[in-house]
């Protein structure tokens, strides 16, 4: 008897000494007790109040970080879409829309606060007018990362500029409230991230397209001074000079000149001024709300000018960065048209300089005109940008910089190339390990898609996609730098090369030299 008392106490010390393991359900942040749920095996919470509702007098002012709660806080579901025309991500809308978006959400797989785990955050696409929040990379956080995800305001409510706004701001500028919610939600995180496990100076930014661009501009930006120490971008970058006009994505705009939409809108709605727009339904905005119509701009606090500059200057946060582009991304974005037109079009976007680009990008009849216009887009858009980040983190900065090539086309990751190259998000699918719906990749492609997730995983973890030591399963990724710029290609497998369609990436760099200095 006295054994079997022995040994049930022995039992008890143990248990009561080495816990089980579980994550954290339940802990304190800045403004009180938060619980989450279970999520095969991590917690999860999926509705954090990072900042008010941007309701009534909010609508169109800078985020109010959230006041404190009494209760436990349940983050036990989804948060509201922001308004937007369309969201290609949420198959026909099973989350309402409503300005009350301003949410982020964490998934850890930490058991302890003191597990100072990587931090991995999302900023979505979706051209600064459509995208959600919403969902979770359950492979990141199982491999030992806190993944976030955050909403910003989108369109006219995350965009919009306005003279009676810039009057009441107290820098005298308005627009990029989305913006200013990416920056309110990434500085709740850093404050607050320890208390679900995850270590504040090690949290890496990652974005796609408009992601993309948002991450270059928080890299550039002072008021995200120490908030991340590394950014992933895909299909992104913002190098533009400024201008009065966007003009085929040739400038970031400026928020005087932006202001005239702001103006045309209030008249749209029928407003005799601010405060009648902020009283005014929001589905009549959202319908206003054109493809592209609202964009961020040079603000002068968020957004300095002209980042190109700004990088010369030594002007921007000096961290590690991850990027890339696809080979064939401007065709989900243009149409094939006449010969005549797309001339036309050519010229009117890059006048004294019309005969050079024509030159670059041919056409002889409506199908090359389509290619052209796609290699343009893809060009303009995204891959000169993030070439000339590339270049200039690496010139005038520390942080070490990884470029790939995506040029990879899956039959069923590849959307409206024609010629089998990769398009827009093709990459997306092998990064993250998510599929298009019902169309999944083919066997063989699994090993590219294990070693792209490495990649991504590796450099949130260690800022090196290779890891803390060469692998032999995974193909080595060299540094990028301007005087020696190596580029992981991917297709059908992984080499190392130079600069893509560097002719091209050079009479744009020519042509946005000049550009700039006409602003001098």
Request: charged share 20%; hydrophobic share 35%.
């Amino acid at each position: 008897m006295k054994r079997f008392v022995f040994l049930l106490m022995a039992v008890v010390l143990l248990t009561a000494c080495h816990p089980s393991k579980s994550p954290i359900l339940q802990t304190t942040i800045a403004q009180g007790e938060i619980a989450g749920v279970l999520e095969d095996g991590y917690a999860l919470y999926m509705n954090i109040p990072y900042a008010e509702a941007p309701l009534g007098d909010l609508r169109w002012k800078a985020p109010v970080p959230h006041s404190a709660w009494d209760t436990v806080y349940q983050a036990n579901h989804w948060g509201n879409r922001p308004p937007q025309p369309f969201d290609p991500n949420q198959n026909g809308g099973e989350v309402a829309m409503s300005e009350d978006c301003l949410y982020l959400c964490i998934g850890t797989p930490a058991t302890s606060k003191n597990d100072k785990l990587p931090v991995f955050v999302n900023i979505h696409g979706g051209g600064f007018l459509t995208g959600y929040y919403g969902g979770v990379q359950a492979n990141y956080i199982k491999e030992g990362i806190v993944y976030c995800s955050i909403e910003y305001r989108m369109g006219a409510f995350g965009f919009m500029s306005h003279p009676e706004l810039r009057e009441e701001s107290d820098y005298g500028m308005s627009g990029n409230y989305g913006i200013m919610d990416q920056v309110c939600a990434l500085r709740w995180i850093h404050d607050n991230i320890a208390a679900f496990g995850g270590d504040p100076d090690k949290i890496t930014i990652a974005g796609e397209s408009a992601g993309g661009i948002s991450v270059h501009i928080l890299s550039a930006s002072p008021e995200c001074k120490g908030l991340f120490r590394g950014a992933i971008s895909e299909s992104g970058g913002s190098m533009w000079p400024v201008s009065d006009k966007r003009n085929g994505n040739t400038a970031i705009q400026d928020a005087r000149s932006a202001e005239e939409d702001g103006l045309k809108m209030q008249e749209q709605l029928g407003c005799a001024n601010l405060k009648e727009m902020r009283e005014a339904d929001w589905q009549a905005i959202q319908q206003l709300t054109k493809w592209e119509g609202f964009w961020p701009v040079a603000d002068g606090k968020y957004i300095m000018g002209d980042a190109y500059k700004e990088y010369e200057a030594g002007r921007f946060n000096d961290v590690n960065v991850l990027m890339g582009t696809n080979s064939d991304e401007g065709s989900m974005f243009v149409q094939p048209m006449p010969v005549a037109d797309y001339e036309a079009l050519v010229c009117s976007v890059y006048t004294d300089w019309c005969d050079r680009f024509l030159a670059m990008y041919p056409a002889t009849n409506e199908q090359e005109a389509y290619y052209s216009l796609s290699d343009i887009f893809r060009d303009g858009s995204f891959a000169w940008p993030t070439y000339a980040w590339a270049n200039q983190q690496t010139r005038y900065g520390k942080g070490k910089c990884y470029m790939y090539y995506f040029d990879h086309c899956s039959p069923n990751t590849c959307f409206d190339s024609p010629r089998g190259g990769a398009s827009h998000v093709a990459e997306m699918p092998f990064a993250y390990g998510w599929d298009f719906g019902e169309k999944r990749i083919l066997p063989e492609e699994q090993p590219i898609r294990d070693a792209m997730i490495a990649y991504w995983i590796n450099f949130t973890k260690y800022q090196n996609p290779n890891g803390l030591e060469a692998s032999e399963s995974l193909p080595y990724w060299p540094e990028y730098r301007f005087d020696d710029p190596k580029v992981l290609y991917i297709r059908n497998g992984f080499s190392v090369g130079g600069v893509p369609n560097e002719k091209q990436m050079q009479l744009y760099e020519a042509f946005f030299a000049e550009r700039r200095a006409r602003n001098n």
